[in-house]
């Protein structure tokens, strides 16, 4: 069974950068398109990003031009290379498969 682990957030300060990780285990995460979601205290859960098994990406408008999705096959890994980071991208950050299966979690704050 596919899992997924984050790794990556922390606390940063305001026009700064992180980049996150999400690795799998249990299946190849090539046969998927897999997006980075994201939700803040008293909001919904939102995608952020997505990132075909072709490599076609999509980004939600707040954060185009900042954030870059990127998979690597040989590592069973996505990331988000997050920068210009802003007061409102704080949230908890997850990877997953279209909504199928979840990591953890992890937790971005940007402080201003």
């Known amino acids: 069974q596919v899992q997924f682990v984050e790794s990556g957030g922390g606390l940063v300060q305001f026009g700064g950068s992180l980049r996150l990780s999400c690795a799998a285990t249990g299946s190849i995460i090539s046969r998927y398109t897999m997006g980075w979601y994201r939700q803040a205290p008293g909001k919904q859960r939102e995608l952020v990003a997505s990132i075909s098994g072709a490599g076609a990406t999509y980004y939600v408008d707040s954060v185009k031009g900042r954030f870059t999705i990127s998979r690597d096959n040989a590592k069973n890994t996505i990331y988000l290379e997050m920068n210009s980071l802003k007061s409102e991208d704080t949230a908890i950050y997850y990877c997953?498969?279209?909504?199928?299966?979840w990591g953890q979690g992890t937790q971005v704050t940007v402080s201003s």
């Open positions: 997953s498969n279209g909504g199928f299966k």
